[in-house]
């Protein structure tokens, strides 16, 4: 499946900014299952330093300052990315999760607390079920996932990007970060490896509506160390296990590894940030 992503983020300042320094990592990553045609990133004002170099996961990161005074700022990625389904048959083989060797430098990193996530006896006892001995490790993530699912309530005012995995056994609802966060915290308070995924979701209007300019948003979901198998998706927001409508940007040990824009600036007073994100299949932007 071939999609052409629009990402447009505006920040209003209500004084003048005169300096800022900020990272972007908007760029689709390459990887097995997905191969990024064409990337843009348009910077408004001009910044006066500009550099893009990957960082320590092989995320691509735009490194800019401006130097500038300005009272508004605007940054626009445009994509085209080609995307494959992994080729997993629906209960794949997989090792028994409490024989999971995560040793090996490259998933060991996943498998320890992060600046946001810490293993805990609360997150344990609430993935103990989908965990009985000898299950095997695929099934077991998709079953928490589905848990998380059914469980706890999508509500984008219940949470901050603050928010602990443990807040969430007691608010019971939050957006996909907060889902992300929970799922990754599980597993690694059973000694698994999993990393936190940042990209988009492609979404289809309701059945007669046309789609809405900029009604698409950023998404988040794991990737689950599964031994043989390698790094699997799973999306405990919309329980499934990750295909062609999953667009990857990047991933890290948490949200904080793979936010898509942060920086600092001087000055500025209150600040405004709105969002648009457009997610579509090439079909129809060529319609």
Same mark, same amino acid.
């Given at each position: 499946?071939?999609?052409?992503?629009?990402?447009?983020?505006?920040?209003?300042?209500?004084?003048?900014?005169?300096?800022?320094?900020?990272?972007?990592?908007?760029?689709?990553?390459?990887?097995?299952?997905?191969?990024?045609?064409?990337?843009?990133?348009?910077?408004?004002?001009?910044?006066?330093?500009?550099?893009?170099?990957?960082?320590? @996961?092989?995320?691509?990161?735009?490194?800019?300052?401006?130097?500038?005074?300005?009272?508004?700022?605007?940054?626009?990625?445009?994509?085209?990315?080609?995307?494959?389904?992994?080729?997993?048959?629906?209960?794949?083989?997989?090792?028994?999760?409490?024989?999971?060797?995560?040793?090996?430098?490259?998933?060991?990193?996943?498998?320890?607390?992060?600046?946001?996530?810490?293993?805990?006896?609360?997150?344990?006892? @609430?993935?103990?079920?989908?965990?009985?001995?000898?299950?095997?490790?695929?099934?077991?993530?998709?079953?928490?996932?589905?848990?998380?699912?059914?469980?706890?309530?999508?509500?984008?005012?219940?949470?901050?990007?603050?928010?602990?995995?443990?807040?969430?056994?007691?608010?019971?609802?939050?957006?996909?970060?907060?889902?992300?966060?929970?799922?990754?915290?599980?597993?690694?308070?059973?000694?698994?490896?999993?990393?936190?995924?940042?990209?988009?979701?492609?979404?289809?209007?309701?059945?007669?509506?046309?789609?809405?300019?900029?009604?698409?948003?950023?998404?988040?979901?794991?990737?689950?160390?599964?031994?043989?198998?390698?790094?699997?998706?799973?999306?405990?927001?919309?329980?499934?296990?990750?295909?062609?409508?999953?667009?990857?940007?990047?991933?890290?040990?948490?949200?904080?590894?793979?936010?898509?824009?942060?920086?600092? @600036?001087?000055?500025?007073?209150?600040?405004?940030?709105?969002?648009?994100?457009?997610?579509?299949?090439?079909?129809?932007?060529?319609?």
């Amino acid at each position: 499946m071939r999609y052409v992503i629009r990402h447009a983020t505006t920040y209003t300042y209500t004084e003048p900014v005169p300096v800022c320094h900020n990272l972007a990592k908007l760029a689709p990553r390459e990887t097995t299952n997905q191969v990024c045609r064409d990337f843009r990133l348009a910077i408004e004002p001009e910044p006066t330093f500009r550099i893009r170099r990957q960082d320590y @996961f092989g995320n691509q990161v735009d490194c800019f300052s401006i130097e500038q005074v300005h009272e508004l700022l605007r940054v626009t990625s445009e994509s085209v990315v080609d995307v494959a389904a992994p080729s997993l048959s629906p209960r794949p083989e997989s090792p028994p999760w409490d024989k999971l060797d995560v040793r090996q430098p490259s998933v060991a990193i996943f498998a320890l607390r992060s600046p946001r996530i810490a293993p805990s006896a609360a997150l344990r006892e @609430f993935a103990w079920p989908s965990f009985p001995p000898g299950r095997r490790v695929f099934d077991a993530v998709r079953d928490i996932t589905r848990r998380i699912h059914e469980e706890f309530t999508f509500d984008p005012q219940a949470t901050t990007v603050h928010t602990r995995p443990e807040e969430l056994l007691t608010l019971r609802r939050g957006v996909c970060q907060d889902f992300a966060h929970l799922a990754i915290g599980c597993l690694r308070s059973l000694g698994l490896a999993a990393r936190y995924v940042s990209g988009y979701v492609s979404t289809l209007p309701p059945p007669g509506q046309p789609r809405l300019t900029g009604a698409d948003a950023s998404h988040a979901w794991i990737s689950a160390y599964c031994g043989p198998l390698g790094w699997v998706d799973f999306d405990p927001t919309n329980d499934k296990v990750v295909g062609d409508s999953h667009i990857t940007i990047g991933w890290g040990r948490d949200y904080g590894d793979a936010c898509p824009i942060q920086g600092v @600036f001087i000055g500025g007073g209150q600040q405004q940030m709105s969002v648009g994100v457009d997610v579509i299949p090439q079909q129809e932007a060529a319609a």
